[in-house]
């Protein structure tokens, strides 16, 4: 562990101000998946799942963006524009579907 100096924004920290060190997260999340058959899949990965998941959901891309801690929104709709564009097309068959009554 490393000892934080100042509150640093990590999700992974103890109450106590120590931060966790990404190997030892990881080490965790490989202990937790393995005994109930999870595919072996990157830890990162979770982060892109969690922001497709949500644009998926329709959240606002703005939350997405403070979420991924993105410091340009333009930087998760480039990203993440395979959702964006099939939101596009579902607001586009809702329009259509409005239009023809």
Request: glycine share 4%; net charge positive; aromatic share 6%.
């Amino acid at each position: 562990m490393v000892k934080a100096s100042h509150d640093t924004g990590s999700a992974f920290s103890r109450d106590y101000g120590w931060v966790l060190h990404p190997k030892s997260i990881f080490n965790s999340f490989e202990r937790i998946i393995r005994p109930v058959g999870v595919p072996r899949i990157r830890f990162h990965d979770l982060r892109s799942t969690s922001a497709t998941l949500a644009l998926a959901n329709r959240e606002h891309p703005k939350i997405v963006q403070e979420r991924q801690g993105h410091s340009d929104i333009s930087m998760t709709l480039n990203r993440y524009s395979h959702v964006t564009m099939d939101m596009q097309r579902d607001a586009s068959d809702r329009l259509a579907k409005l239009l023809s009554g």
